[in-house]
């Protein structure tokens, strides 16, 4: 009995306004990795697909998104016409009107899906003596799924939901894990196993608001052997992204900022063209920025995107803010407007005076 | 914090609800009704007035240089130049007790040279700015205040003229008038429903002569904005004077180069030669200027990171141009902004980075309000700043988002909550709280 256990699709995802005949490039990236996991599942053969929510990028998706999973419910039923796709809604698939079922509703009506988007539902599938309750976002949040139980009369009991999971004492809907064969989870991105029997797949491409932060892993979907209790990984490739190490501006070697964004750019394995990049340079402050003037046009035009951070260089977190200033500025201005020996203390003393003052005034305010 | 926020709105009419802690989104389709939403809420926080309520509504931080400047003056003064001026002032009023020279020139009295001059006109500019932000906000204020007195004196007069026509209807048909409420004949209850409807027109009367007065007070401009205004005319006279004394020097510099001492110090001269509170009036005078700048450092390169960020690193930051306009630096160099979009993220980029840098060194700002320009930015930039703001929540207690509504569709799990503003079938306004981010599962 094989589970395959796929989240966050999120069908429809656009950015870096880069099209490609007429289509938003990262869009087409996303129904691709789906396609190519409903491929894989043709070898892997599941008597059940789970979808965890996320499943387009917007309630209101756009038609390619509902093109894209209608094909691969399609290619997936003709290749597997036995298997059963249980979905739930996430965050991205719910309008916030309440009466508003959303677009993937639409897909409930499909032969062999049921798509859970509102209210949590409880689905018996006899031929396979399988119990799964599906908790969808909407149910999850306002906590209705509150009492999930599974059936202790079917051979195997399956949890489909959307949320996030805290340690035990927190606040939600309760999971015992032992009670459940399997948990398919989805909201993270990032592929977690939290239990044996219980995890995120994570998405199937870096579509985060922040990619960077999913750059090393690998993306996929899992399958999961009930019989065996064993998760395996499936991977599926998605467009390449890089995340470079920051380069650290130096002010007394400004001409080897140049060079070091070349090294970077160009040290990349396999180059930089048509992957999404980040390049970040920390402590280039605005009336240095003259230093990377006219360098990264070519760079941009490879990429599908080059990212260019600009940051604050690395600095002790515990210090105040200001602390530097004002050690500092006493002394300057004492150096600057002072006559040694005779106005020097004065100078000093009244910036003291006037900066401590003014902290006092300011860590005493209340708004 | 902001527990509650009531107010009215034309097409909303009154409402009141409960706030959280957290980013939350206030959704409203209606602009204008967004408008008196934000007015509510700036409300809630403090007077207008208040320095660290502009800050957190952002109030005439806007796309213009007076705006950097505004905001660099509200950062300034919580890093110590409120204290610093305060000094000086004190300084200032013990010298010419004394009949000392004001060390704060007073136009006519130049003897500057040009490069203090120059500083003279940037200090004056500035105050003028700041001057003028306050009357900008002082005067909004007044006018609103109007406007309300206004709408409130009408629907009482309204009021009160159906009340009192629907008396003579009743008194003019005696036992066999019907009720007002549910039709049938009043008969016994004739006289107590009279006493009742009058009592209630009285009332209203009386409510309504407070708001006439209350009009009537506010036709005038309240004292406070008058002196705004005294102030700005007199700064703006200042900075005429200071003007024509830069262009003076600056001519007689291009002319008689040798005649003038390369870049003398005054400040440097005074403290030389002056006694004790001279000495330290110049040594304030100088740590002035230094505040002024190091705030403008700090916030023209705060903002020029979150414009960086916001455009995607299509912009890598901002600077100001020879006359003290913010510009865009792209790849190809400093250029100004090229769209509605560019604007609305720089002026998005500054409020931020001002709220950011003025929480991080004060314990009174826990809040920050966004409203318009956000529906401006694209959808990426919406995202992204949606994600800047969630990143300062362990700074800010609370973060408000006005806003039509379609970003709470676009990343729900980022806010805590969701209040969506519309108007009832009935007229009445009706607020829906969206709960916000995401179910929570306790693994046991």
């Known amino acids: 009995m094989i589970l395959a256990h796929l989240s966050d699709l999120h069908l429809g995802f656009r950015a870096f306004e880069r099209k490609d005949r007429g289509r938003n490039v990262r869009e087409v990236d996303v129904a691709r990795a789906f396609q190519a996991a409903i491929n894989k599942m043709r070898d892997i053969e599941p008597q059940v697909v789970l979808v965890a929510g996320d499943i387009f990028d917007r309630p209101e998706p756009t038609q390619g998104a509902m093109v894209a999973l209608a094909r691969g419910l399609a290619t997936l039923r003709e290749a597997l016409p036995d298997t059963n796709v249980l979905m739930v809604a996430g965050s991205r698939d719910t309008p916030h009107r309440p009466g508003d079922p959303g677009a993937l509703a639409t897909f409930d009506a499909f032969p062999g899906v049921e798509a859970a988007t509102a209210r949590r539902r409880v689905v018996h599938l006899p031929d396979l003596d399988f119990h799964a309750v599906l908790v969808p976002h909407r149910s999850a949040i306002s906590n209705e799924a509150e009492a999930v139980t599974p059936d202790p009369e079917a051979r195997w009991n399956v949890l489909l939901a959307y949320g996030d999971v805290t340690a035990g004492g927190g606040s939600g809907f309760v999971v015992r894990a032992d009670e459940w064969d399997y948990v398919a989870l989805g909201h993270r991105h990032s592929r977690v196993a939290v239990r044996e029997n219980v995890h995120y797949s994570g998405s199937l491409e870096r579509v985060g608001a922040a990619p960077w932060e999913e750059a090393v892993a690998e993306k996929g979907f899992l399958s999961f052997d009930l019989v065996a209790g064993v998760s395996t990984f499936h991977p599926v490739a998605g467009r390449p992204v890089v995340s470079l190490e920051p380069i650290l501006f130096e002010p007394a070697r400004k001409a080897r900022l140049r060079e070091r964004v070349r090294e970077v750019l160009e040290e990349v394995p396999g180059g930089i063209g048509g992957k999404i990049v980040r390049l970040r340079i920390q402590g280039l402050g605005p009336e240095d920025l003259d230093q990377i003037q006219k360098l990264l046009h070519d760079y941009r035009r490879q990429a599908l995107h080059l990212e260019v951070s600009l940051e604050d260089a690395p600095g002790p977190a515990e210090a105040r803010p200001d602390e530097d200033f004002a050690d500092s500025l006493s002394d300057r201005l004492a150096a600057r407007l002072g006559t040694p020996g005779l106005n020097e203390d004065v100078i000093r003393r009244a910036v003291e005076d006037a900066l401590t003052q003014a902290s006092h005034r300011v860590q005493g305010s209340v708004g | ?444």
Not at chain 2, 273 to 292: D, K, N, P, Q, S
């Open chain 2, 1 to 444: 914090m902001i527990e509650q926020l009531q107010g009215s709105a034309p097409s909303l009419g009154d409402f009141r609800v409960a706030l959280t802690r957290g980013m939350t989104a206030l959704a409203c389709r209606d602009g204008r009704s967004r408008d008196r939403i934000f007015d509510a809420l700036e409300r809630s926080l403090a007077p207008a007035t208040d320095p660290l309520a502009r800050v957190a509504s952002g109030r005439g931080v806007d796309e213009t240089s007076d705006g950097l400047e505004r905001a660099v003056r509200l950062l300034a003064r919580r890093m110590g130049l409120a204290e610093v001026e305060r000094q000086l002032k004190l300084i200032d009023e013990g010298v010419a007790r004394q009949g000392g020279r004001e060390v704060d020139a007073a136009p006519g009295e130049f003897s500057g040279t040009l490069e203090q001059e120059k500083q003279s006109l940037r200090q004056v500019r500035a105050d003028a700015a700041e001057v003028n932000g306050d009357m900008e906000v002082a005067n909004m204020e007044w006018l609103r205040e109007r406007q309300d007195a206004e709408t409130h004196l009408m629907a009482y007069r309204d009021r009160a003229r159906e009340l009192k026509v629907r008396l003579q209807e009743m008194e003019s048909g005696g036992a066999e008038a019907p009720c007002p409420t549910c039709g049938k004949v009043l008969a016994d209850h004739h006289a107590r429903v009279i006493t009742q409807l009058r009592e209630e027109w009285e009332s209203i009367v009386q409510d309504g002569s407070w708001w006439k007065r209350r009009r009537e007070q506010l036709d005038l401009k309240p004292p406070a904005l008058q002196d705004l205004e005294s102030r700005s005319v007199r700064l703006q006279a200042r900075i005429e004077a200071y003007s024509k004394e830069v262009v003076r020097l600056r001519s007689r510099s291009a002319g008689s180069e040798a005649e003038e001492p390369p870049e003398p110090d005054q400040a440097r001269e005074t403290a030389h030669h002056g006694g004790e509170a001279v000495v330290r009036a110049a040594a304030l005078r100088a740590l002035r200027v230094e505040l002024i700048e190091k705030a403008r450092d700090l916030l023209v390169t705060r903002a020029g990171r979150n414009l960086n960020h916001l455009m995607s690193g299509a912009i890598l930051g901002v600077v100001q141009d020879a006359d003290g306009q913010p510009i865009a630096v792209r790849d190809e160099g400093p250029s100004p902004f090229q769209s509605d979009e560019e604007v609305a993220a720089y002026v998005l980029a500054l409020r931020v980075a001002l709220a950011d840098l003025v929480a991080e060194r004060s314990n009174g700002l826990s809040t920050l309000m966004i409203g318009d320009p956000f529906d401006r930015l694209g959808r990426e930039a919406k995202v992204r700043l949606v994600g800047l703001l969630h990143s300062l929540l362990p700074r800010f207690e609370q973060v408000f988002l006005l806003c039509p509504g379609e970003i709470v569709d676009l990343v729900p799990e980022r806010f805590d909550s969701a209040l969506e503003f519309q108007e009832g079938s009935d007229g009445a306004s009706s607020v829906r709280v969206i709960p916000g981010g995401v179910g929570r599962l306790t693994l046991h």
